[in-house]
């Protein structure tokens, strides 16, 4: 029966969401609250959306590198193409 008591993922990640506290009652889907329990993010590769404003596409090319930060980490840089 304890096996019950486990959440297993397909795929390794970090917990970005948690909807419910340890410890509370958790019934079967459709019964009660339709939000999931969490929400897991994998974080080998992310996607990463800015607006270029159409005066500056000349200047960029597929593929091209990036590199960027983020505020929550402002002292290091991240680096994509």
Same mark, same amino acid.
């Given at each position: 029966?304890?096996?019950?008591? %486990?959440? &297993?993922?397909?795929?390794?990640?970090?917990?970005?969401?948690? /909807?419910?506290?340890?410890?509370?009652?958790?019934? +079967?889907?459709?019964?009660?609250?339709?939000?999931?329990?969490?929400?897991?993010?994998? %974080?080998? &590769?992310?996607?990463?959306?800015?607006?270029?404003?159409?005066? /500056?596409?000349?200047?960029?090319?597929?593929?091209? +590198?990036?590199?960027?930060?983020?505020?929550?980490?402002?002292?290091?840089?991240?680096?994509?193409?």
């Amino acid at each position: 029966m304890e096996q019950y008591l %486990q959440l &297993r993922a397909p795929f390794d990640g970090i917990v970005t969401i948690r /909807n419910v506290d340890p410890g509370a009652y958790v019934g +079967p889907a459709g019964k009660g609250s339709e939000q999931p329990l969490i929400t897991l993010q994998e %974080q080998r &590769r992310l996607r990463l959306k800015v607006s270029i404003p159409e005066a /500056n596409l000349p200047f960029i090319n597929a593929g091209q +590198p990036v590199t960027f930060m983020v505020r929550s980490m402002p002292q290091k840089l991240y680096n994509g193409k």
